[in-house]
């Protein structure tokens, strides 16, 4: 009998969908959690693409995941824009922001670049701290009310976090697809030796530009949804330390642009300890053994770790 076989698109929104029906029957605070658990993998996705995959190291996530949020709302509030224009929009800002990164990038590489993204995300938090009344200031804004485009009914924190899962089951496709892709391995090629892939033909500095334009939009993008999951939207969230956490999640998951170990990592270092929040100062102790862990026993990853396990699982099932 012969199988039935659905373009790669279709899958990944077929599999978008199931992930997001499945997520809508569990209670609020889980679907609140897992609503948030999207968004880090969402990030995580990106992050993975131009660190892992470019090998671009930056600093600026936490900024993009910023313009995303503050731009949604201030065109909402100060422009009156309509929520989907407004996230399109937010989303178009954080791709021309993260080009100009990238062209920073042709001329800057490692720690230097480093340091380029972190003064970029200082100033724009600087900026919005002291903003006054346009951003809200050290206070931050509040999300409006709003109402699900199309239908008119309110719009819940449920509705948002379940869009959030379907979002972030898309992200994973494209992040997979992209790296397989014959722009994933210019990525590659452009990471592990620069000269050697020039000579093979690729525009590595076109290559770099592109990276950041993607991981920018697609942070971006996340960063849309998270005043509209938490209500509030605050400076003191977006500080270097989200930016560190993001590297984090990126080296535990692996540095070769497997998107396996960017949603595990994510899952381990971030779900499993707000999960178990009632245990207080133990959570702690996971979090460094899952670290002190990845580092002794999976030193390139924990996706690169488990991918030749579910290769071999996926096999298994193709032949049966």
Known sequence: M??????????????????????????????FLVGQLSL?????????ILMGGAGLLSLSSAAFFAIGAYGLLLMMAKLGVPLLLGAVLAVALCALLGAVLGLVSLRLSGFH?????LGFLQVLLAWLKRGGDFTGGGYGLVTPKLSVPFTGSALRVADVAIFAVFLMALAVAAGVALMQSRIGRAWLAGRDNENSARMLGIDVNRMRVLAFTFASALTGLAGTLHPLLLGVTNPNAYTVDLSIFHITLVVVGGMTGSMVGAVVAPILLYFVPEAFRQLGEWRDFFYAGVLIATLVFMRRGIGPALSPWLSRLARRKEAA
């Open 2 to 31: 012969r199988r039935l076989s659905l373009h790669p698109v279709a899958r990944a929104v077929l599999l978008a969908l199931v992930l997001a029906l499945a997520a809508s029957r569990l209670p609020s605070f889980q679907l």
């Open 40 to 48: 880090v993998i969402t990030v995580t996705v990106a992050m993975t």
């Open 113 to 117: 670049l480093a340091i380029i993204t």
